[in-house]
């Protein structure tokens, strides 16, 4: 009898082992392929040319924005040449061949912001909330109308169960024509749209996320004419790979 018992808890320690590990993610590397072999099959996240006439407008990056070991493609169409600005996001899920599209969220946004328009579609403002454990990055679009203005907008794009777009703050820029001076109008957006000084505009994700920790993040985009040819030859996992370095390297240099 006694034997049977010890059986018993050691094939319970075996099952709750296992859950664990089941529960766990997966390797990067084993991840990173399965992202690779899954580009362009039934389902891809690759968008094909004969699927979209602006294909070329898509910029692809694997990162893991909240941080819970299952890594994501981030994708962002470019809303250059009055095409419309996208922004998706699929993830990897547990221990299976498929992704989770994400919702989009906008919330406090009025459309789906270009973030390829500046800087920060590569460098990011990192803001992490330890309280949450949230991770927000800070993404600028800048909006050109005509030659002499343009308004840049600040937005707070995060990942919980959707991929949720915050709008923070807005610029209006204006150069006159007569004397070639300099005319800027600040908004804060969040919870109404409202004047702001500029000190508070330069400010504002100190003001809405307080108490957080902030940090430069960097994403590596590959343009789609550029990983077509990877795709197309089995080699996808380099660029992808190299992508998701770029993500995790800098975090790690920035936080420690």
């Not at 990192?126 to 927000?136: G, L, N, S, T």
Request: one cysteine or more.
């Amino acid at each position: 009898m006694r034997i049977f018992i010890n059986v018993g808890i050691a094939l319970l320690g075996l099952l709750a082992f296992a859950q664990i590990t089941t529960a766990a993610p997966m390797k990067v590397e084993h991840q990173l392929d399965i992202l690779a072999q899954t580009a362009n099959d039934e389902t891809g996240w690759f968008i094909e040319p004969s699927k979209d006439e602006s294909w070329n407008k898509w910029r692809y990056a694997v990162t893991d924005l909240d941080h819970d070991g299952n890594l994501e493609i981030l994708k962002a169409k470019s809303g250059f040449d009055d095409n419309v600005p996208r922004l998706e996001c699929e993830e990897l899920l547990e221990r299976k061949w498929e992704r989770r599209r994400i919702p989009l969220q906008p919330a406090g946004a009025t459309h789906v912001p270009d973030i390829l328009t500046g800087e920060s579609a590569g460098q990011p403002r990192v803001i992490h909330d330890p309280k949450d454990k949230r991770y927000f990055y800070i993404f600028m679009e800048v909006i050109m109308r005509g030659e002499y203005e343009s308004t840049t907008t600040q937005y707070a794009v995060s990942l919980d169960d959707d991929l949720k777009v915050d709008a923070l703050a807005s610029m209006e820029w204006q150069l006159s024509g007569k004397d070639g001076s300099v005319k800027r109008k600040f908004y804060s957006l969040t919870p109404l749209t409202k004047k702001i000084s500029e000190k508070r505009y330069n400010n504002i994700t100190k003001e809405i996320f307080p108490d957080c920790d902030s940090s430069d993040g960097q994403i590596k985009w590959w343009r789609a004419e550029e990983l077509l040819p990877y795709i197309k030859r089995g080699k996808a996992f380099f660029p992808l790979a190299e992508s998701y370095n770029v993500f995790i390297g800098k975090q790690q240099k920035s936080e420690g």
